[in-house]
């Protein structure tokens, strides 16, 4: 008799009661093809799926298991917080050590809001700087994925990328009222003629750009030094938002963010993932100024049952405090830089066109010849080595995002044995693609 996969049988089970049988659509393989695994267990850099295989996790939580999966610092935090109860209604200190926390590490951010996930950072981003300018027009970018609020689901990346049939300027999923993407200006990524023109004709009805400062919804995609400072001189010039999307890069490639990378103030900042080290946590951020237009202080309303949760506050604590800890990043760039090069070795040895790119512990591969710069050029990647290197590699025990258009994620676990395991792997999935 054939062997029963617990896999598939959970799979089975699963799409009875849940749509698609997943909770986030990526999750599904919809791309790749074949059985989500369901995950039992992880600890540091790996997991182990429904057969009690073991993977190398490569998406961490897509991003937020910097400290590696159940980190015994983060979980002990965890249980002494929730030995008092799992939720207040009400404040308390540690909130406030976490905001402190934040403001320190990024100079932008005067004042932070908690909240529980990116998209609700975003959503509430947005409405404030509308609230605070009185003007209803964004700027978003293609290629960008920014949560799931209506007005940010145009052109989207990550999961639209990979499910949606979205044309120019059309929502990128169903649901999503024209009327409210009337509002919503998308640009090519990196394009600095586009933005230019944009607030050339309509600067001064511009709420707010809100930008992805390095892309890892369209796989990884750098932005360069000038469409940053264009950006960045072009909001001031016309009173209009620069929101940073750092629900992905913040934490992860550089203790402060891909702002203190760039050299570039934000008004506002979008955080989430890592700040909550696996727990439901997210926060918004930034000039006081603009934050004091939020209710209770402002007229712009923002609230939430379990904001600023106390359990998610221990974890996201411990989780900064630990990655503040001197050397953290030198380690975690290094093993990712490491880690790419042996893919890319790899694949040159088996004459795959391939190029890799890495900031702190957020990397993207590509099969193609050049980095790609935009939305449009990761479209053009061939998809199709990319399922057959996923599934490759998935048998040989190495967890990749399982779409070609995700940026992949490391840990400060992925040490040396680790990161020469992937490289193994890669070299046998190479040689068989
Ligand atoms: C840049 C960015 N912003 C916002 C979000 C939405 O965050 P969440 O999934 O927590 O709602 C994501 C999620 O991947 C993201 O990558």
Known sequence: MAKVDKNEVLFERAQKTIPGGVNSPVRAFRQVGGTPRFITKAKGPYFWDAENKRYIDLIMSWGPMIVGHANPEVV????????????????????????????????????????????????????????????????????????????????????????????????????????????????????????????????DQIAAVIIEPIAGNMNLIKPSTEFLSVIRNLTSKHGSVLIYDEVMTGFRVALGGAQSLQGITPDLTCLGKVMGGGMPMAAFGGKKEIMSKLAPLGSVYQAGTLSGNPVAVAAGLKTLEIISRAGFYECLTGQTEKLMTGLKQAADKANIPFVVDSVGGMFGFYFTSQIPTSYEAVTQSDIEAFKKFFHLMLDEGVYLAPSAYEAGFTSITHDNEVVDAIIAAAESSFKKL
């Open 76 to 203: 002990e935090a965890v249980q002494r917080a929730a030995e008092t109860s799992f939720s207040y209604g009400a404040p308390t200190e540690g909130e406030i050590e976490l905001a402190e926390r934040i403001c320190a590490i990024m100079p932008s951010v005067e004042q932070v809001r908690m909240v529980s996930s990116g998209t609700e950072a975003t959503m509430s981003a947005l409405r404030l700087a509308r609230g605070y300018t009185g003007r209803d027009l964004i700027i978003k970018f293609e290629g960008c994925y920014h949560g799931h609020a209506d007005s940010l689901l145009v052109k989207a990346g990550s999961g639209l990328l990979t499910f949606a049939d979205s044309t120019q300027n059309a929502p990128s999923s169903g649901g999503v009222p024209q009327d409210l993407v009337k509002h919503t200006l998308v640009l090519p990524y990196n394009d600095v003629a586009a933005i230019e023109e944009v607030f050339k004709k309509q600067g």
